[in-house]
């Protein structure tokens, strides 16, 4: 069983930066890929990066590429995702989440296995 608890959201104002923080218990972390997702009101929950294992392969939304970096310090069982270059239209709530059973680290949501309660980011005109 692993637990994620995201931190690090807030409000910033556009053009703006913030980190968010994955802490997930569970001694097989390392093992496991994961991803990044957000859900807007009223809007259906989307992708936003993903990264494999070991960190060193990662993939990211269109909208987000360029702008957003997923990373992982697996000796602290903890993924990022730094965000810059924040625009009003990434406000929404961020969720991580770990996929125990293989290595996809995708946009497909029904391959991850664990999910945190998320974290609200509020960017500002």
């Known amino acids: 069983q692993v637990q994620l608890v995201e931190s690090g959201g807030g409000l910033v104002q556009a053009g703006g930066s913030l980190r968010l923080s994955c802490a997930a218990s569970?001694?097989?972390?390392?093992?496991?890929?994961m991803g990044w997702f957000r859900q807007a009101p009223g809007k259906e929950r989307q992708f936003v990066a993903g990264?494999?294992?070991?960190?060193?392969?990662?993939v990211y939304a269109d909208s987000v590429k360029g702008r957003f970096t997923i990373s992982r310090d697996n000796a602290k069982n903890t993924v990022y995702l730094q965000m810059n270059s924040l625009k009003p239209e990434d406000t929404a709530v961020y969720y991580c989440?770990?996929?125990?059973?293989?290595?996809?680290?995708?946009?497909?949501?029904?391959?991850?296995?664990?999910w945190g309660q998320g974290t609200q980011v509020t960017v500002s005109s």
């Open positions: 569970g001694r097989t972390f390392m093992s496991y890929p």
């Open positions: 990264i494999n294992w070991s960190g060193s392969n990662t």
């Open positions: 989440a770990a996929e125990g059973g293989s290595d996809y680290f995708g946009r497909k949501q029904e391959e991850y296995d664990y």
